[in-house]
């Protein structure tokens, strides 16, 4: 039998903890991917939110004049 942890052993290994590295970049690739889509869904929401107000500011200006 051979020992446990010996070189024979070291292939698999390693190439089970690459796949495991590569399945974590896939998941932190997805989460970066979805936070970018939300941070710009929520610029989208706050700049159409601004131009709201700014369209009300001056609708109101020129009601006074």
Given at each position: ?65
């Amino acid at each position: 039998p051979l020992p446990s942890g010996g070189v024979e052993g070291a292939g698999p290994l390693l190439q089970l903890r690459e796949e495991q590295q590569q399945l974590e970049l896939g998941r932190r690739r997805d989460q970066l991917r979805e936070a970018q889509q939300r941070l710009q869904e929520v610029a989208l929401e706050a700049q159409q939110a601004q131009l709201k107000r700014l369209r009300q500011t001056s609708e109101r200006y020129w009601e006074q004049l």
